[in-house]
């Protein structure tokens, strides 16, 4: 993994995504629109706020999360790039195993 990477902004939309795939599950273990139109209202004061979430979380990760980690992502690579650093490669050796590389002959000596 590149050093530049922007992790905290990986990870909360990580966790965002992670909101939004176990509030699904919660919601559907305990059926939303069946715990809304119950007649005892215990399952919708339990499935009401997990909705919530839910959709909160739906919104970002469908809306905000793509803009914010794409500029994110931009942003550190521009930043990566302004300062010169380059990649870490393999150790530098001669591409011709080993053997200098062969005299220029256009060069004055």
Known sequence: MMAWLPRRTLIIAAVLVAIELLSVRILAALGLVEALLSPDGGRALVALP??????????????????????????????HRATGQTAPSSPATPSRGGAPPPPDPGAQT
Not at 52 to 67: N, Y
Not at 71 to 76: D, E, V
């Open 50 to 79: 997990i909705a919530v979430l839910f959709f909160t979380a739906r919104l970002l990760v469908r809306f905000l999360v793509p803009g914010v980690v794409a500029s994110s992502l931009l942003l550190a690579w521009l930043r």
